[in-house]
């Protein structure tokens, strides 16, 4: 039996949107924890992620992942402390790693749910850089971009949780970085990291325009694209890759929102043209790669190597603007709600 009755606040999907999603899409709902049985335990939630991603969930095409139904709390990446236990697996005290985000307490019976390993790493970390933006930008970089040392990699949405990470990745394994961010504080950034040209895109109007910025800072052309962000980057970079270039997909936050199907690039025979590689992928796939990614990372962290930046929310209630600030441009590296 429960030692107390727990009241716990978390969103559910009110609505699903038509373009941008609205706060009217979302609903706070307020529930009492049922006591928990044998095998099961009970997570108060810490830190929250949001993440692009979760758009695609909000409606109800056919995806990689099934939609968030209507009327029931949302899902998505959370760290937790056990604060209560029937499990064997799983003591009072022990920080996990889960999917039950969008609330602030969770019973679990294990599912999709994993102790936080011992690193000298924050906890909130295993959302960002040590989570899955951080596995996404390696996967992406290292077996779907195959990036070589002396590669020009160009990289989209720079200054985001992953892009920002792809970034410090190249310049690790001795690649030319070219970036492109939204706001002249997150160019500042990436250069204070070493990323060797940025450009503000919104400094210009259209893929013309965006492709003769980027290509000033690619003499040698492009070996290597991180595609975050598709529609006028997509069309540069099909434009500025090298012949056997190779880009790997992870997001087109740029259409996630429209409202009406827009024209794809006018360039696509430049795949065919220059014999180029273009990979989408799902990090979910690549999960066999989580442990050694981790241990790398700690000793890059250490090394002073890796470094990343949090924008932060507190409190529950700011869990929907934070999402809808993701595809405004809010948050420089990861977007996260502390609890």
């Given at each position: 039996m429960?030692?107390?009755s727990?009241?716990?606040?978390?969103?559910a999907?009110?609505?699903?949107?038509?373009?941008?999603?609205?706060?009217?899409?979302?609903?706070?709902?307020?529930?009492?924890l049922?006591?928990?049985?044998?095998?099961q335990?009970?997570?108060?939630?810490?830190?929250?992620?949001?993440?692009?991603?979760?758009?695609?969930?909000?409606?109800?095409?056919?995806?990689?992942?099934?939609?968030?139904?209507?009327?029931?709390?949302?899902?998505?990446?959370?760290?937790?402390?056990?604060?209560?236990s029937?499990?064997p697996?799983?003591?009072?005290?022990?920080?996990v790693?889960?999917?039950?985000?969008?609330?602030e307490?969770?019973?679990?019976?294990?599912?999709?749910?994993?102790?936080?390993?011992?690193?000298?790493?924050p906890?909130?970390?295993?959302?960002?850089v040590?989570?899955?933006?951080?596995?996404?930008?390696?996967?992406?970089?290292?077996?779907?971009?195959?990036?070589?040392?002396?590669?020009?990699?160009?990289?989209?949405?720079?200054?985001?949780?992953?892009?920002?990470?792809?970034?410090?990745?190249a310049?690790?394994?001795?690649?030319?970085?070219?970036?492109?961010?939204?706001?002249?504080?997150?160019?500042?950034?990436?250069?204070?990291?070493?990323?060797?040209?940025?450009?503000?895109?919104k400094?210009?109007?259209?893929?013309a325009?965006?492709?003769?910025?980027?290509?000033?800072?690619?003499?040698?052309?492009?070996?290597?694209?991180?595609?975050?962000?598709?529609?006028?980057?997509?069309e540069?970079?099909?434009?500025?890759?090298?012949?056997?270039g190779?880009?790997?997909?992870?997001?087109m936050?740029?259409?996630?929102?429209?409202?009406?199907?827009?024209?794809?690039?006018?360039?696509l025979?430049?795949?065919?043209?220059?014999?180029?590689?273009?990979?989408?992928?799902?990090?979910s796939?690549?999960?066999?790669?989580?442990?050694?990614?981790?241990?790398?990372?700690?000793?890059?962290?250490?090394?002073?190597?890796?470094?990343?930046?949090?924008?932060?929310?507190?409190?529950?209630?700011?869990?929907?603007?934070?999402?809808?600030?993701?595809?405004?441009?809010?948050?420089?590296?990861?977007?996260?709600?502390?609890?």
């Amino acid at each position: 039996m429960s030692k107390q009755s727990i009241t716990s606040r978390g969103y559910a999907l009110k609505q699903r949107p038509n373009g941008m999603p609205t706060l009217d899409c979302f609903e706070l709902q307020t529930q009492s924890l049922a006591p928990i049985s044998q095998g099961q335990f009970v997570i108060k939630n810490l830190w929250l992620s949001v993440d692009p991603y979760m758009r695609g969930r909000m409606s109800d095409a056919e995806s990689y992942v099934p939609p968030f139904k209507l009327g029931e709390l949302m899902q998505g990446s959370a760290i937790g402390e056990v604060i209560e236990s029937q499990h064997p697996d799983f003591k009072v005290g022990d920080k996990v790693n889960s999917m039950l985000g969008w609330r602030e307490y969770a019973v679990s019976n294990g599912d999709m749910v994993q102790k936080l390993p011992e690193t000298s790493l924050p906890e909130q970390s295993f959302l960002g850089v040590a989570g899955m933006p951080g596995l996404t930008a390696w996967v992406g970089l290292n077996i779907i971009g195959e990036v070589k040392e002396g590669d020009t990699v160009l990289v989209s949405a720079a200054s985001g949780a992953v892009g920002s990470l792809v970034c410090q990745f190249a310049k690790i394994k001795g690649c030319r970085v070219v970036g492109s961010a939204g706001s002249t504080e997150k160019v500042e950034w990436l250069k204070s990291l070493g990323v060797d040209a940025v450009i503000n895109y919104k400094d210009y109007n259209n893929a013309a325009e965006l492709e003769r910025a980027l290509a000033q800072h690619c003499p040698n052309g492009v070996d290597v694209c991180y595609e975050n962000v598709g529609g006028d980057h997509l069309e540069a970079a099909l434009n500025l890759l090298n012949r056997y270039g190779r880009m790997a997909v992870c997001g087109m936050i740029d259409l996630y929102n429209l409202e009406d199907a827009q024209a794809g690039p006018n360039n696509l025979a430049n795949i065919v043209k220059k014999s180029l590689k273009i990979q989408g992928f799902i990090v979910s796939d690549h999960w066999e790669h989580y442990p050694n990614y981790v241990a790398q990372l700690s000793q890059w962290a250490a090394e002073g190597k890796i470094s990343w930046k949090e924008t932060t929310r507190k409190g529950i209630e700011s869990m929907p603007k934070a999402f809808l600030g993701l595809f405004k441009g809010e948050n420089i590296g990861k977007m996260l709600i502390q609890l």
